[in-house]
């Protein structure tokens, strides 16, 4: 994640403790990590594979008749209890829609006694002011509820009418029976124009927290790549985010707005910076490389559990499994060095090829989303396809080319 609200507007943020490594926002029994690489990961957990919508870039394919084998009540308590022994700083209930399991409620309330910070990732729809309660009585750290444009754009791209209506209603439940909520958004060429109107949506419905998400290509997500971003698009998309980010602090708006799975957005903001602003230039290039952007997320502070049991480096590698919890727990598959994935991902500068290998950012970028990579080159350590730096923005001149081209690592990348 890409904090925008703190790295170009100065703003400290609940997460910028596990983040960035400043004090601040976290809970009691919870520390600052010496740095990134050795943070325990946030675990995102697709507890169910049901879900009320038909959301045209769903990235494991959830649905309302999709097989599973999903744990029960006590396996997944079990599950938790090593979670919270492992000492993983957050769960995020995922799906499908989470609210669709019977036991949800207990299970958040069993990881809250466990001292477990508890994330719910919601398409909202199913929150009613009573559920919002419960959610808050509970002590849910979060709710972050997908959207994905406004009115008839949000509810093509979830494939059901009235979802934008439904889903508006349960940001304003949680927000009513106080509930920390904030929006989750998927960037594509349906819905990248609407970003003005989107933070129009923020200001009128009094919201703080939103995140921008570059689209990746798994699950449903490979059916709908043609509507990715062009680099030009990402460029754009970013620079609009920034601009009202900007705005929204210029006006005394408290925000916290983030882009997320493009570790290219850090660099382009450190750039800008350099121009705006170049005296706080020297702090946030040390917030982005103590982040180490792609170094410390997939595989080291991010993994995930999918609904039938698998666990992978994020919940974008569902075509890789580590291991599975219905046969040993994740702590023990997470702890496996040897695992060749999880090998690489954790020592990527030794695997990374073509113009990231020699980008002059890597240490704040970390050759961003590995995943994106292997499924768009077969290969997890090609570069980024989503990155839109110039290669002169990246320091790579003609002897740079040169090498690569010795060394048969030159990429043919979208545009």
Same mark, same amino acid.
């Given at each position: 994640?890409?904090?925008?609200?703190?790295?170009?507007?100065?703003?400290?943020?609940?997460?910028?403790?596990?983040?960035?490594?400043?004090?601040?926002?976290?809970?009691?029994?919870?520390?600052?990590?010496?740095?990134?690489?050795?943070?325990?990961?946030?675990?995102?957990?697709?507890?169910?594979?049901?879900?009320?919508?038909?959301?045209?870039?769903?990235?494991?394919?959830?649905?309302?008749?999709?097989?599973?084998?999903?744990?029960?009540?006590?396996?997944?308590?079990?599950?938790?209890?090593?979670?919270?022994?492992?000492?993983?700083?957050?769960?995020?209930?995922?799906?499908?829609?989470?609210?669709?399991?019977?036991?949800?409620?207990?299970?958040?309330?069993?990881?809250?006694?466990?001292?477990?910070?508890?994330?719910?990732?919601?398409?909202?729809?199913?929150?009613?002011?009573?559920?919002?309660?419960?959610?808050?009585?509970?002590?849910?750290?979060?709710?972050?509820?997908?959207?994905?444009?406004?009115?008839?754009?949000?509810?093509?791209?979830?494939?059901?009418?009235?979802?934008?209506?439904?889903?508006?209603?349960?940001?304003?439940?949680?927000?009513?029976?106080?509930?920390?909520v904030g929006l989750r958004l998927? &960037? !594509?060429?349906? #819905?990248?124009? *609407?970003?003005?109107? %989107?933070?129009?949506?923020?200001?009128? /419905?009094?919201?703080? @927290?939103?995140?921008?998400?570059?689209?990746?290509?798994?699950?449903?997500?490979?059916?709908?790549?043609?509507?990715?971003?062009?680099?030009?698009?990402?460029?754009?998309?970013?620079?609009?985010?920034l601009v009202k980010t900007k705005?929204?602090?210029?006006?005394?708006?408290?925000?916290?707005? &983030? !882009?997320?799975? #493009?570790?290219? *957005?850090?660099?382009? %903001?450190?750039?800008?910076?350099?121009? /705006?602003?170049?005296? @706080?230039?020297?702090?946030?290039?040390?917030?982005?490389?103590?982040?180490?952007?792609?170094?410390?997320?997939?595989?080291?502070?991010?993994?995930?559990?999918?609904?039938?049991?698998?666990?992978?480096?994020?919940?974008?590698?569902?075509?890789?499994?580590?291991?599975?919890?219905?046969?040993?727990?994740?702590?023990?598959?997470?702890?496996?060095?040897?695992?060749?994935?999880?090998?690489?991902?954790?020592?990527?500068?030794?695997?990374?090829k073509g113009r990231c290998r020699?980008?002059?950012?890597?240490?704040?970028?970390?050759?961003?989303?590995?995943?994106?990579?292997?499924?768009?080159?077969?290969?997890?350590?090609?570069?980024?396809?989503?990155?839109?730096?110039?290669?002169?923005?990246?320091?790579?001149?003609?002897?740079?080319?040169?090498?690569?081209?010795?060394?048969?690592?030159?990429?043919?990348?979208?545009?």
């Open positions: 994640m890409i904090n925008i609200s703190k790295l170009y507007c100065g703003q400290l943020t609940p997460g910028d403790w596990l983040r960035y490594g400043i004090s601040g926002g976290q809970k009691d029994g919870e520390t600052v990590p010496p740095s990134a690489a050795q943070r325990r990961p946030i675990v995102v957990w697709n507890i169910t594979s049901c879900c009320n919508l038909k959301c045209v870039h769903c990235y494991n394919d959830s649905g309302a008749n999709v097989k599973s084998n999903e744990p029960t009540t006590q396996e997944a308590k079990a599950v938790l209890d090593d979670l919270a022994g492992y000492g993983v700083p957050s769960v995020l209930f995922s799906g499908g829609e989470p609210l669709t399991r019977s036991d949800l409620f207990e299970l958040l309330s069993y990881a809250v006694d466990k001292g477990l910070r508890t994330v719910i990732s919601t398409n909202g729809t199913l929150i009613d002011a009573q559920k919002a309660r419960r959610i808050k009585q509970i002590g849910v750290s979060y709710v972050g509820i997908s959207l994905d444009g406004i009115g008839k754009v949000n509810d093509q791209f979830r494939g059901v009418q009235g979802a934008f209506d439904k889903a508006a209603a349960g940001i304003r439940n949680c927000m009513g029976a106080d509930v920390r998927t &960037l !594509t060429r349906r #819905n990248v124009q *609407d970003i003005g109107q %989107l933070f129009d949506f923020f200001e009128k /419905e009094g919201i703080e @927290r939103a995140c921008f998400y570059h689209l990746v290509p798994s699950g449903r997500g490979q059916d709908i790549f043609g509507d990715d971003l062009t680099h030009a698009q990402s460029r754009g998309a970013i620079e609009t985010i705005a929204f602090k210029q006006a005394g708006r408290k925000t916290d707005i &983030l !882009t997320v799975d #493009n570790h290219a *957005d850090g660099v382009y %903001l450190y750039l800008k910076l350099l121009a /705006e602003d170049p005296a @706080r230039v020297a702090d946030v290039w040390k917030l982005l490389t103590w982040n180490g952007g792609g170094l410390a997320s997939s595989g080291v502070g991010i993994g995930c559990i999918d609904y039938n049991g698998k666990v992978h480096a994020d919940q974008f590698w569902g075509h890789y499994d580590l291991g599975d919890i219905h046969e040993k727990k994740f702590s023990q598959i997470w702890s496996n060095d040897e695992e060749p994935l999880l090998k690489g991902l954790r020592n990527r500068r030794q695997y990374v020699l980008c002059k950012f890597f240490d704040a970028c970390g050759g961003s989303l590995r995943v994106r990579a292997d499924l768009y080159f077969k290969d997890p350590w090609a570069p980024e396809p989503a990155c839109y730096l110039t290669d002169d923005e990246i320091g790579l001149d003609d002897a740079k080319q040169q090498e690569l081209a010795r060394c048969g690592e030159i990429f043919t990348l979208p545009e």
